[in-house]
């Protein structure tokens, strides 16, 4: 054991950043074993995980069950090597036990582009990749988060997926590990629990796991404080869960669907919990919109009253049109951001993003009124029916931002940065079925922008065609991308979402090897089409998302929730519908 703890030390000098791997921050969880362990992980950097709400719940959810939890990260790179060229299995971060000996390991995919580092963990704890070649000596091998909901391209690799809300499926199957004799009874029985989807015992139909109440959900009453910078160093509050507003190419917006809200109280005593166990003093209202939150007003007059006054409230998502004055007072008056995501009215109407220039023009105006001297847009290209005159609307509204700015003599020069991505279609939204642009399109377009934003004081930002492609073919993919993801691994492939590691030219090689062509999940899907996460239901139908797709192609706007019911398939369960 001496001998261990001197290599891991070695291993820790010569790793860029030690505190990554070393524990031993405030509220750190203190590992004891018990009758079923699980090792919550997350296939990125520590200061990234750290950053994740999902993980927090999960992993309280364990807790409060009476679980063994303990957490575990992607090494990057130079500690990973280390453990490898010393032959020391990746272990858990506060107990410092061994990924394969926990009863079960459990990763949340937030995003595509970890994929690899799932492999990449695995293959470091001494773990097999595929499911198949794992017996009841390894832990079972299970994931959550938003990445399941098209569970096809990691079936190969995981004993079992958490499909939606995961604070009480988890904990279940859980229970159910501790009730049955073995590997095989675990998964055939785990396979009838809701929410949850067994590779090895397929269903067809299997549908998401769905939390009704917010306010009796499970919540961290304190969060771990990283030793580095997080990516989102902040105590954390999720307002509500859902989106009222059915932007037709935002996948998050359907998979969280309906909407629950929390109350103010509930609000209001965990942020107290949050602040006084942590000691931050900022504190963000987490939600999809959380300028659509109901109760927004009263949550802030509430947080003022009883958060200490040194503590400053953060509105990370606010829509241009619920930009209010009152809501950026305490903000540090700098940049400002806003997503239009099109240039023009027509192309909004398409996408349903129902804002409106004029809607634009009134926020950014009032934040000139405030001290804002920087403002950030989002937008996208290749969204469908996009023309060139969609694109030079985005130069348009750019314009006419600087022209509200220096209509008044301000202090200090406009600075409008726009960044522009490529669209990605993804499952369950009404753009589920279109293609993807070409890189020849995209490159198109980007020069359209880049001469038509030719202003003073504006720059432009794009996106790497190759990342959003291969995005594309991992959240549209079938069983086959199982193959291409094995071999992109082998070939040296991992950190994906890191520019400086992606390996465009391995993941074109792996295509090849497995025999897959990425146009087969970049093209055009039928309409009549069986998709590979058919089998998936999250409550919204088919045939809304159908609707939405014919309306789209009318230019036809639907609106959101808030302007009445759509009928989308969720109406028994929608706490806005009154049946």
Not at 218 to 236: G, Q, T
Not at 447 to 457: F, I, K, T, W, Y
Request: charged share 25%.
């Amino acid at each position: 054991m001496k001998e261990i703890q001197t290599t891991l030390r070695e291993c820790l000098l010569r790793s860029e950043k030690p505190s990554r791997y070393v524990g031993g921050e405030v509220n750190a969880p203190v590992f004891r074993e018990g009758a079923f362990s699980f090792c919550m992980c997350f296939p990125e950097v520590y200061e990234v995980g750290m950053s994740n709400l999902g993980t927090k719940i999960v992993a309280a959810s364990m807790e409060r069950a009476g679980f063994a939890v303990d957490w575990c990260f992607a090494p990057w790179p130079d500690f990973g090597g280390a453990l490898r060229s010393h032959g020391l299995p990746l272990c858990s971060l506060y107990g410092r036990k061994p990924l394969r000996e926990f009863d079960m390991v459990g990763f949340s995919l937030g995003f595509e582009l970890s994929y690899t580092n799932v492999l990449y963990m695995l293959d470091l704890a001494g773990i097999p990749l595929l499911r198949r070649e794992r017996g009841d000596a390894y832990p079972i091998i299970a994931c959550g988060g938003p990445c399941c909901i098209n569970p096809a391209p990691l079936a190969a690799f995981f004993d079992l997926f958490f499909i939606g809300d995961g604070e009480e499926a988890d904990a279940e199957v859980g229970r159910l590990y501790l009730a049955c004799k073995d590997r095989e009874e675990f998964l055939r029985r785990a396979a009838e629990v809701k929410g949850v989807y067994v590779p090895a015992y397929p269903r067809s139909r299997v549908e998401r796991a769905y939390v009704a109440d917010l306010d009796k959900a499970i919540y961290p009453e304190s969060f771990i404080v990283p030793n580095c910078e997080a990516v989102h160093d902040r105590a954390v509050i999720e307002v509500m869960r859902g989106c009222y507003r059915g932007c037709r190419f935002c996948q998050a917006g359907f998979l969280y669907r309906p909407v629950r809200t929390r109350s103010v109280e509930t609000l209001t005593k965990q942020a107290q919990s949050l602040i006084e166990t942590t000691g931050y003093d900022e504190l963000s209202l987490n939600s999809l919109s959380t300028g659509d939150y109901p109760h927004l007003r009263e949550l802030l007059r509430s947080l003022k009253e009883r958060l200490p006054k040194d503590v400053s409230v953060a509105l990370p998502s606010l829509r241009v049109d619920s930009f209010d004055s009152e809501f950026a007072q305490d903000s540090r008056k700098s940049s400002l951001t806003f997503a239009p995501e099109a240039g023009t009215q027509r192309l909004r109407d398409v996408i349903n993003k129902d804002i409106t220039l004029e809607e634009i023009l009134k926020a950014a105006n009032s934040a000139f009124d405030l001290g804002y001297f920087s403002v950030k847009l989002y937008f996208m290209f290749g969204l469908p029916t996009e023309t060139d005159e969609d694109l030079l609307g985005i130069a348009d509204i750019a314009q006419r931002i600087s022209d509200l700015y220096y209509a008044k003599k301000r202090a200090k020069s406009l600075r409008i940065s726009i960044s522009a991505s490529t669209f990605i279609p993804k499952p369950f939204t009404p753009f589920q079925w279109e293609r993807q642009a070409s890189e020849e399109e995209v490159r198109h377009k980007i020069e359209v922008l880049r001469r038509a934003l030719r202003l003073r004081g504006v720059t432009l930002s794009w996106n790497d065609y190759f990342t959003s492609q291969l995005e594309a073919c991992l959240a549209r993919g079938d069983e086959r991308m199982g193959d291409v993801i094995l071999e992109a691994y082998r070939r040296g492939c991992k950190f994906d979402s890191w520019m400086e590691q992606l390996d465009a030219e391995s993941w074109r090689a792996a295509f090849a090897a497995a025999g897959v062509q990425p146009s087969s999940y970049t093209r055009a899907f039928a309409e009549d089409e069986v998709l590979p996460w058919d089998f998936v239901d999250i409550g919204v139908n088919k045939a809304f998302f159908l609707r939405e797709k014919q309306k789209a192609y009318r230019a036809e706007s639907t609106g959101g929730c808030l302007d009445g019911c759509k009928r989308c398939g969720l109406q028994k369960i929608c706490p806005k519908v009154n049946l």
